[in-house]
Every structure is written in structure tokens, then in C-alpha cells.
């Protein structure tokens, strides 16, 4: 090592781990400029240089760690996205409960020919309900399932979705994958 030159040793690891976070929240940048005006100073008063920034990068793994972190984040935002949407589901199908509810409390109340829009409403709502219900308890039941439970839902979906029978795509829907025609 020449005079004028730092070692990785010559910083701290709690220092070189304030470095990597600084890096790590700044989203990784590739220009070790932006990332050497944005990391604080030793107690001492010194930074790293450019070139010891990139050397701390490549000795610590950074660009490895950030990916993993990068993967947890994701899984943690997919299943706060995943529990919003149940939520908002749940908060729905509840909505149209109270409304089908009412519906119904109107026709009992006033009978059938006193207002159509009650018997709509009740119908609607009924069917609304029975629809985000369904939606709601899948979609929770999918993020509670593990990577491989995930991956075999999909695989037995798309067999189901693709076998052919005399020339024609089974229908999701069916049971027993029989063409209504015959």
C-alpha cells in the first residue's frame, strides 16, 4: 500500500455497515461520488474515498446483500398488498350485506310492488357478496400458501386449463371437463 492510501481496516465495521445502509437507501447508486458526499463522517472526520467506497462494495458483498433485501421487501409489500385488498374485500361483501339486508327489511315491510329497486338491491347485493366473499377468503388463502404450494396450485391450474378433449379446451369451469354440446 502506497502512502496516501487506506485499507478496508482503517474504517470501523460499524462504520462500514453506516456506509452500506446509506448506499443501500440511496437505491445502490453505481456512482460512488453520490454515495461518498451522502455518507457521514468519521468520528475522526474522515470519508472514504471513491475508490475505497468500491473496494468496501465488492469486499462486503453490498450488491449481494441488497438483492436480498431487495427480495424481503418485495414479499413484505406483496402481502401488505395482499391484506389491503382482503381488507377492502371484506369491508365490500360487508357493505352489501347491510344493503341486501335493507332490501330485504323493505320488501317484508312495504311488499313487492312498492319498489322494484329493493328487489334489484337485494339481488345484487346477495350476489355481491357471495362474489367478493369468495375473492377475499382466496386471496388469503394464497398468501398464507409457501413458494412450492404456489407453484403446484399454478401447475395443477394450467394442466386443468390445457388438456384437450376431441379437439377442444376443457372448461376451468367444469368438472368433469365435458363439452355441454353433447
Not at 469486499?59 to 424481503?72: F, S
Not at 327489511?105 to 347485493?125: C, M, Q, R, W
Request: hydrophobic share 35%; aromatic share 4%.
Amino acid at each position: 500500500m502506497t502512502q496516501g492510501q487506506t485499507s478496508v481496516r482503517e474504517f470501523t465495521d460499524d462504520y462500514i455497515e453506516r456506509c452500506f445502509e446509506v448506499w443501500y437507501s440511496m437505491n445502490q447508486p453505481t456512482n460512488m461520488q453520490i454515495l461518498q458526499d451522502a455518507i457521514p463522517e468519521t468520528p475522526e472526520g474522515r470519508k472514504p474515498g471513491i475508490q475505497m467506497l468500491r473496494q468496501l462494495r465488492d469486499t462486503y458483498a453490498w450488491n449481494e446483500r441488497a438483492d436480498v433485501l431487495n427480495v424481503k421487501a418485495i414479499e413484505v409489500v406483496e402481502h401488505q398488498l395482499i391484506d389491503q385488498k382482503a381488507t377492502m374485500l371484506k369491508r365490500q361483501a360487508e357493505q352489501a350485506l347491510q344493503i341486501a339486508n335493507l332490501a330485504r327489511d323493505h320488501l317484508v315491510e312495504n311488499g313487492f310492488d312498492t319498489s322494484s329497486s329493493a328487489v334489484s338491491a337485494l339481488f345484487k347485493a346477495t350476489e355481491e357478496e357471495r362474489i367478493v366473499r369468495g375473492v377475499s377468503e382466496m386471496m388469503i388463502k394464497i398468501s398464507k400458501m409457501s413458494p412450492e404450494e404456489l407453484m403446484q396450485e399454478a401447475a395443477k391450474l394450467l394442466k386443468r386449463n390445457s388438456e384437450v378433449i376431441e379437439g377442444e379446451t376443457v372448461d376451468p369451469e367444469s368438472e368433469l371437463g365435458e363439452n355441454e354440446n353433447e
